[in-house]
């Protein structure tokens, strides 16, 4: 086989995870590449000393806080979102109350802000920004010494 496999199989096989006929395939090409028998056996090198020096899962911290309020919220919604009571219905009432503000207040401060720009870029204009002497009557190329 002479011609050379594309990229996605040749990256397959470096990761030893090709298999079937296609490893067959670029076993075959690749026994006349030694560049690419290199390659692969520095993937597998490294592969080893990352599971020497790196466990293999890693257990996240504060797990049970999190899953005990997704297991919450699961709750909640398979319960219709029933009204919450107690120090946290407080909050969620302060929250809906942001949020109606909130939904207000930034379409309009965006719009002002805009015409404040708008009004400004008007008032801006006109100014004459001067350009190269008298003496000089075409471009000038920059050259690095």
Same mark, same amino acid.
């Given at each position: 086989?002479?011609? #050379?496999?594309?990229?996605? !199989? +040749?990256? !397959? ?20 590449? *030694? ?10 090198? #490294?592969?080893? +000393? +990352? @599971? ?5 899962? /890693? ?5 049970? &806080? ?27 009432? /302060? @929250?809906?109350? &942001?949020?109606? &503000?909130?939904?207000?207040? !930034?379409?309009?401060?965006? /719009?002002?802000? #805009?015409? !404040? ?12 920004? *001067? ?7 075409? *471009? ?6």
């Amino acid at each position: 086989m002479n011609t #050379m496999p594309d990229e996605e !199989l +040749l990256a !397959l096989w470096v990761e030893d995870e090709l298999q079937g006929t296609d490893a067959a395939t670029v076993e075959a090409w690749a026994a006349t590449q *030694p560049e690419w028998l290199e390659h692969r056996d520095q993937a597998r090198q #490294m592969k080893s +000393l +990352l @599971r020497a020096h790196l466990p293999a899962a /890693v257990e996240p911290p504060y797990a049970d &806080f999190f899953n005990s309020r997704i297991s919450r919220e699961i709750a909640r919604e398979a319960a219709g979102a029933a009204p919450v009571t107690g120090p946290s219905a407080a909050a969620a009432a /302060v @929250r809906s109350g &942001f949020s109606s &503000f909130w939904r207000f207040f !930034l379409p309009t401060t965006a /719009v002002a802000g #805009m015409a !404040l720009c708008f009004w400004a870029g008007t008032r801006a204009g006109n100014r004459v920004i *001067p350009g190269p002497s008298v003496g000089q009557s075409g *471009p000038v190329l920059y050259t690095p010494e």
